[in-house]
Nanobody
Framework: VQLQASGGGLVQAGGSLRPSCTAA?????????LAWFRRAPGKEREFVAV???????SYGSSVLGRFTISRDNAKKTVYLQMDSLKPEDTAVYSC????????????????WGQGTQVTVSS
């Protein structure tokens, strides 16, 4: 499975962005759990959101209520709608995938894409 993220950019605080991540070399995209993580300069990687094969979702506490994860299985793409952005959301956002687990709390992923930079100015 290969993952390609895009759609990052520079936005002012309070604005929105919608990065996406498209998969290649995968036959049954719908059977995979998909997630977004981020890494800010000088910090450890942070879980952002996951959407399971079932459609169940979970979010990190710092983005809950502001970010929404969704998927389009026909397009083999996962999206992250980011609203009410804050300067502390500045980071490289990466997508990840794994074969279905039915467990939103599991943070282990097998496949990773390269990141897309999101910068939020104050």
């Amino acid at each position: 499975v290969q993952l390609q993220a895009s759609g990052g950019g520079l936005v002012q605080a309070g604005g929105s962005l919608r990065p996406s991540c498209t998969a290649a070399r995968v036959r049954t995209f719908s059977n995979y759990d998909l997630a977004w993580f981020r890494r800010a300069p000088g910090k450890e990687r942070e879980f952002v959101a996951v959407i399971l094969e079932s459609g169940d979702k979970s979010y990190g506490s710092s983005v809950l209520g502001r970010f929404t994860i969704s998927r389009d299985n026909a397009k083999k793409t996962v999206y992250l709608q980011m609203d009410s952005l804050k300067p502390e959301d500045t980071a490289v956002y990466s997508c990840a995938a794994r074969w279905r687990t039915y467990d939103t709390a599991d943070r282990t992923y097998e496949y990773w894409g390269q990141g897309t930079q999101v910068t939020v100015s104050s």
